[in-house]
């Protein structure tokens, strides 16, 4: 499995959350891979379980009341759900990194950044204490902040929101690893930071051959830097695709929808496209395709309404789950 | 990389911004002055207050009866306060001098080096020291010039000295605060009696704080079905009124000044437990403490070094408050007669001789350590007070 160039690969991954009002079905059926030295998008808006599937990759889900209750998570060959407390310990940070959505408190505020690096330095590669400090200044040099010998002694309450954002990635590339899992990176940070961050994220890969996987509800963003990009529309995917053909040609009306809504250099006069409607709660899924209420070709059609179509490979090489969708419809489906 | 280290400058820790906060209030800073006070007049009680002279000069002979009367535990708590003080002076200088990437081992082995001084110490002490009784009254030597030179402390009376002839003697110019029903000085009992109420304040809410911080740390992380049973169980500890427990349990065991201490810290802890449980349900979902998840730290260090220090704050302001009310439980059990036993001055004890056998009331003997007790609690209850002030705003701004 190694030998093909995918680093991650899942398959089937479902996710539940067993609450008081009932089980909520946060990721269902969820399977793409990872290619190494690549950047993987996961797209969809908030509540469409990309966080939870980030999550399970790195066997951060709370239990209770989270579940991960089918799938595989293979990375490098071995499958993440079966490894030990132990064993997942040594992969993470070390193997698989995670930079969280929120700079403002995803470091912790009592130590400096110095002595946080250097906790994970230390940790998973073995080093002296002082070697580890000096890798420390290395690295916050390394992701662009100005007098590093100097920032690596404070606190970081005493850096903004962007500079926090660079040492978190700092401490997660500190010890090289293959992967690095950005959850929506750039959500709290101002525009102009954004792009640094993500040109940040480029460079760091370019440099050091890591997959990244990219998780974002900007299409914006996934265009330019991704390789490949599944769309999530509550729980499930429900296009998968090169990041290029998606552009082109999306097959989905969601992804249609939400390339749409994007604003574009040019674009003049009328008002953006909106999806209406909201997305769904995972504890209220509709029946049949999810997307049905929302959906301008199928909101009237009986069979959207009653039986939910798979993520299903084309014969062009994209999988996408709709019944309009050219090519999709096989001879034995369900007519109604 | 060198020179490099040496121009860096310390960024302005969590500890030090709220020490700057808590320095602006000059009213609290006066009452921390007095608790340091009250501190050094624990350690340094003997020699404040004793029978013995610092030196005198016997048949032409110089003798120290202070330093051989002293006893053992005496001097371990010399010891301990010097190299405590010598430690304070280290981390203080570290913080300018040390560089930043290798304090936390300098710390640690500062610490450590501290604690073996201080166990040993104490160890040799106690096997060296013998316990002396020197009956010798210095002061009619002197009087009757038998002695020369002789050096007294600033309060001439020894502690568990009795003087029948003396009694029930309001305040005057050789006793400044009166004297007791035995005829000991008020003054010199008070001086001792301070190092009870600190050590009684100080273990009781070191006992509680850590059993406070293990069960709420448990309770906090795990959540579910332990943290429900447990909180029922800490409702149920809390239902309980803790002074009639104590009396109670003081009634059946022997009344030492160790039993008062362990019962205390046995019995006020669920504030503790409440406190640390709610931070640390609260930090659980901090992204800090998932990105150290993230990043593959053990439980160990996610909870003791990642959520402890975050959670430590609200311990912290209770233990000042806890210190004040262990004080004031103490000086309530000595009052009714449950606290330690005489002739161990203790402040409780001596307001509890105000009503004399005779039925008379010695005010002197009511007033001066109901004024120790009750500056003493206030000092830490305004110390507490703006320590919470001093973290509440900080926390809100920085986290």
């Given at each position: 499995?190694?030998?093909?160039?995918?680093?991650l690969?899942i398959k089937?991954?479902c996710?539940?959350?067993?609450?008081?009002?009932?089980?909520?079905?946060?990721v269902q059926?969820v399977?793409f891979?990872v290619?190494?030295g690549?950047?993987?998008?996961?797209?969809?808006?908030s509540?469409?379980?990309?966080?939870?599937?980030?999550?399970?990759v790195?066997?951060l889900i709370?239990?209770?009341?989270g579940?991960i209750?089918a799938?595989e998570i293979?990375?490098?060959?071995r499958n993440?759900?079966?490894?030990?407390?132990?064993?997942?310990r040594?992969?993470?940070?070390?193997?698989i990194?995670?930079?969280?959505?929120e700079p403002?408190?995803s470091?912790?505020?009592?130590y400096?950044?110095?002595e946080?690096?250097?906790?994970v330095i230390?940790?998973?590669?073995k080093k002296?204490?002082?070697?580890?400090?000096?890798?420390a200044t290395?690295?916050?040099?390394k992701v662009g902040?100005?007098?590093p010998?100097?920032?690596v002694?404070?606190?970081?309450?005493q850096?903004?929101g962007?500079?926090?954002q660079r040492?978190m990635?700092a401490?997660?590339?500190?010890c090289k690893p293959e992967?690095?899992i950005?959850?929506?990176?750039?959500?709290a940070?101002?525009v102009t930071?954004?792009?640094?961050?993500l040109?940040?994220l480029d460079?760091?890969?370019?440099q050091?051959r890591?997959?990244?996987?990219?998780i974002?509800h900007?299409l914006?963003?996934?265009?330019?830097?991704?390789?490949?990009?599944?769309?999530?529309?509550?729980?499930r995917i429900?296009?998968l695709?090169?990041?290029?053909?998606?552009?082109d040609?999306?097959?989905?009306p969601y992804?249609?929808g939400l390339?749409?809504s994007?604003?574009?250099?040019?674009?003049t006069?009328?008002?953006l496209?909106?999806?209406?409607g909201?997305?769904?709660?995972?504890?209220?899924?509709p029946a049949g395709c999810k997307?049905?209420?929302r959906c301008?070709?199928?909101?009237?059609d009986?069979r959207?309404q009653t039986v939910?179509p798979?993520?299903r490979l084309?014969?062009n090489?994209?999988a996408?789950?709709?019944w309009?969708?050219?090519?999709y419809?096989r001879p034995?489906d369900?007519?109604? | 990389m060198?020179?490099n280290?040496?121009?860096k400058?310390?960024?302005t820790?969590?500890?030090?911004m709220?020490?700057?906060?808590?320095?602006k209030?000059?009213?609290t800073?006066c009452w921390?002055g007095f608790?340091i006070?009250?501190f050094?007049?624990?350690?340094?009680?003997?020699f404040?207050?004793n029978?013995?002279?610092?030196?005198?000069?016997?048949a032409?002979?110089?003798?120290?009866p202070?330093?051989?009367?002293l006893t053992?535990?005496d001097y371990?708590?010399?010891?301990?306060?010097?190299v405590a003080?010598?430690?304070?002076?280290?981390?203080?200088r570290?913080?300018?001098?040390?560089?930043?990437?290798i304090?936390a081992?300098?710390?640690?082995?500062?610490?450590t080096?501290?604690?073996f001084i201080v166990l040993?110490?104490i160890?040799?002490l106690f096997?060296?020291i013998p316990?002396?009784l020197?009956a010798?009254?210095y002061?009619?030597m002197?009087?009757?010039?038998k002695a020369?030179?002789?050096?007294?402390?600033?309060v001439p009376?020894g502690?568990?000295?009795?003087?029948?002839k003396?009694?029930?003697?309001?305040?005057?110019?050789q006793h400044w605060?009166?004297?007791d029903d035995?005829?000991?000085?008020v003054?010199?009992?008070?001086?001792?009696?301070s190092?009870i109420s600190?050590s009684?304040?100080?273990?009781?809410?070191?006992?509680?704080?850590?059993i406070?911080?293990?069960i709420?740390a448990?309770?906090?992380y795990?959540?579910g079905?332990?943290?429900?049973l447990?909180?029922?169980l800490?409702?149920?500890?809390?239902?309980?009124?803790?002074?009639?427990?104590?009396?109670?349990?003081?009634?059946f065991?022997p009344?030492?000044?160790f039993?008062?201490?362990?019962?205390?810290?046995?019995?006020?802890w669920t504030?503790?437990?409440?406190?640390?449980?709610?931070?640390?349900?609260?930090l659980?979902?901090?992204d800090?403490v998932?990105?150290a998840?993230?990043l593959?730290?053990p439980l160990r260090?996610?909870?003791?070094?990642?959520?402890?220090?975050?959670?430590?704050?609200p311990?912290?302001?209770?233990a000042?408050?806890?210190i004040?009310?262990?004080?004031?439980?103490?000086?309530?059990?000595?009052?009714?007669?449950?606290?330690?036993a005489p002739?161990?001055?203790?402040w409780?004890q001596i307001?509890?001789l105000?009503v004399?056998?005779?039925g008379?009331?010695?005010?002197?003997l009511?007033?001066?350590?109901?004024?120790?007790?009750?500056f003493t609690v206030l000092?830490?209850?305004l110390?507490?007070?703006?320590?919470r002030d001093a973290i509440?705003?900080?926390?809100?701004?920085?986290?």
């Amino acid at each position: 499995m190694s030998d093909n160039g995918i680093l991650l690969d899942i398959k089937g991954l479902c996710v539940s959350f067993f609450t008081e009002d009932g089980i909520a079905r946060a990721v269902q059926d969820v399977s793409f891979s990872v290619k190494k030295g690549k950047t993987f998008a996961l797209v969809g808006e908030s509540g469409c379980g990309k966080s939870v599937t980030a999550l399970s990759v790195m066997r951060l889900i709370a239990d209770p009341p989270g579940k991960i209750v089918a799938g595989e998570i293979n990375f490098d060959g071995r499958n993440l759900l079966e490894l030990s407390d132990q064993r997942i310990r040594a992969v993470r940070g070390n193997r698989i990194a995670m930079i969280f959505q929120e700079p403002m408190t995803s470091l912790n505020p009592v130590y400096t950044v110095g002595e946080q690096i250097v906790e994970v330095i230390r940790l998973h590669q073995k080093k002296e204490e002082a070697e580890a400090w000096d890798i420390a200044t290395e690295m916050l040099r390394k992701v662009g902040i100005s007098d590093p010998a100097q920032r690596v002694a404070e606190y970081p309450h005493q850096m903004s929101g962007g500079m926090r954002q660079r040492v978190m990635i700092a401490m997660a590339i500190s010890c090289k690893p293959e992967l690095l899992i950005a959850d929506e990176p750039t959500t709290a940070l101002d525009v102009t930071i954004q792009a640094q961050i993500l040109d940040l994220l480029d460079e760091l890969q370019e440099q050091s051959r890591m997959s990244i996987l990219l998780i974002t509800h900007n299409l914006g963003i996934v265009a330019e830097r991704a390789e490949d990009v599944a769309v999530m529309y509550a729980s499930r995917i429900v296009e998968l695709s090169d990041c290029r053909s998606l552009f082109d040609q999306p097959l989905h009306p969601y992804t249609q929808g939400l390339l749409q809504s994007l604003p574009r250099l040019g674009f003049t006069g009328k008002r953006l496209y909106t999806i209406p409607g909201i997305v769904p709660e995972p504890l209220r899924f509709p029946a049949g395709c999810k997307f049905h209420p929302r959906c301008p070709i199928g909101c009237n059609d009986k069979r959207c309404q009653t039986v939910e179509p798979q993520l299903r490979l084309l014969d062009n090489g994209r999988a996408v789950a709709c019944w309009f969708a050219p090519g999709y419809e096989r001879p034995d489906d369900p007519k109604i | 990389m060198v020179e490099n280290k040496q121009q860096k400058t310390w960024g302005t820790s969590y500890g030090e911004m709220v020490w700057k906060e808590f320095a602006k209030s000059k009213f609290t800073l006066c009452w921390l002055g007095f608790i340091i006070l009250l501190f050094l007049l624990a350690i340094f009680a003997p020699f404040l207050a004793n029978d013995k002279p610092f030196v005198i000069r016997i048949a032409g002979q110089l003798h120290w009866p202070i330093f051989k009367a002293l006893t053992a535990s005496d001097y371990s708590i010399l010891l301990a306060a010097i190299v405590a003080l010598i430690q304070f002076l280290l981390v203080l200088r570290n913080r300018r001098c040390v560089d930043p990437s290798i304090r936390a081992g300098v710390l640690w082995r500062q610490i450590t080096i501290s604690v073996f001084i201080v166990l040993v110490g104490i160890i040799l002490l106690f096997i060296f020291i013998p316990r002396r009784l020197d009956a010798t009254d210095y002061k009619s030597m002197v009087a009757s010039g038998k002695a020369t030179g002789a050096v007294f402390a600033p309060v001439p009376y020894g502690f568990g000295r009795t003087d029948l002839k003396v009694r029930e003697q309001p305040p005057n110019r050789q006793h400044w605060l009166g004297t007791d029903d035995v005829g000991s000085d008020v003054l010199c009992r008070l001086i001792h009696g301070s190092r009870i109420s600190l050590s009684v304040g100080f273990v009781a809410v070191g006992i509680s704080s850590i059993i406070g911080i293990i069960i709420g740390a448990i309770l906090g992380y795990s959540g579910g079905k332990t943290d429900f049973l447990g909180m029922r169980l800490v409702e149920i500890m809390m239902a309980v009124p803790v002074f009639f427990l104590i009396i109670t349990i003081v009634a059946f065991f022997p009344r030492s000044l160790f039993n008062i201490m362990l019962i205390i810290g046995l019995t006020t802890w669920t504030d503790d437990a409440r406190f640390v449980r709610a931070e640390f349900f609260k930090l659980r979902r901090q992204d800090f403490v998932q990105a150290a998840v993230s990043l593959g730290l053990p439980l160990r260090s996610i909870l003791f070094r990642h959520m402890l220090p975050n959670a430590i704050a609200p311990v912290l302001v209770n233990a000042t408050f806890g210190i004040a009310g262990a004080i004031f439980i103490e000086a309530a059990l000595s009052f009714l007669g449950f606290g330690v036993a005489p002739p161990t001055p203790s402040w409780g004890q001596i307001l509890s001789l105000g009503v004399s056998t005779t039925g008379r009331f010695l005010w002197w003997l009511t007033l001066f350590p109901g004024l120790a007790i009750f500056f003493t609690v206030l000092a830490y209850n305004l110390v507490g007070e703006t320590l919470r002030d001093a973290i509440d705003p900080r926390l809100r701004e920085s986290v």
